[in-house]
């Protein structure tokens, strides 16, 4: 499998493993509070993880990072719980099929912040497969 492709598998199994995240969210929500839900979710993916780098032997201390990349780092794991912590609770108060696809209204937002941030410039045709992303996120929430 070359390098052009490798990003694509990643990609699909990444969409299957956040379908399978909002099921399952959906139905460990069932009586518990969701800010406690992400918390629970956040430290099985710490443990996770941890276990992974050190087993892979990927392990590097953090502070050794170049400091613009442990900035970005943290700035982007700030990001993530939030992310998260609206996520959860859009779960426990609306219905896992509507939540999911208006949450993928973040394409759109990553087109545009890269465009304006990391100055990528996407294709006529790309551009027309992110407005249909927006187009069907604007159709689900109405």
């Given at each position: 499998?070359?390098?052009?492709?490798?990003?694509?598998?990643?990609a699909?199994?990444s969409?299957?493993?956040?379908a399978l995240?909002?099921?399952?969210?959906?139905?460990?929500?069932?009586?518990?509070?969701?800010d406690?839900?992400?918390?629970?979710?956040?430290?099985?993916?710490?443990v996770?993880?941890t276990?992974?780098v050190?087993?892979?032997?990927?392990?590097?201390?953090?502070?050794?990072?170049?400091?613009?990349?442990?900035?970005?780092?943290?700035?982007?794991?700030l990001?993530?719980?939030?992310?998260w912590?609206?996520?959860?609770r859009?779960?426990?108060?609306?219905e896992?099929?509507?939540?999911?696809?208006?949450?993928?209204?973040?394409?759109?937002?990553?087109?545009?912040?890269?465009?304006?941030?990391?100055?990528?410039r996407?294709?006529?045709?790309?551009?027309?497969?992110?407005?249909?992303?927006?187009?069907?996120?604007?159709?689900?929430?109405?």
């Amino acid at each position: 499998m070359g390098e052009a492709s490798g990003w694509l598998i990643w990609a699909i199994l990444s969409a299957v493993f956040a379908a399978l995240t909002a099921v399952f969210a959906k139905i460990g929500l069932q009586g518990i509070d969701s800010d406690l839900a992400t918390l629970v979710r956040t430290v099985v993916i710490l443990v996770v993880l941890t276990a992974f780098v050190f087993a892979t032997g990927k392990w590097r201390n953090p502070f050794e990072f170049p400091a613009r990349s442990g900035l970005f780092l943290v700035l982007s794991g700030l990001a993530t719980g939030a992310s998260w912590v609206c996520y959860f609770r859009a779960l426990q108060a609306g219905e896992a099929s509507k939540v999911a696809p208006v949450d993928k209204l973040s394409v759109v937002l990553v087109a545009l912040f890269a465009v304006a941030v990391l100055g990528e410039r996407p294709s006529l045709q790309e551009w027309a497969g992110i407005a249909l992303v927006a187009l069907g996120v604007l159709v689900l929430a109405l």
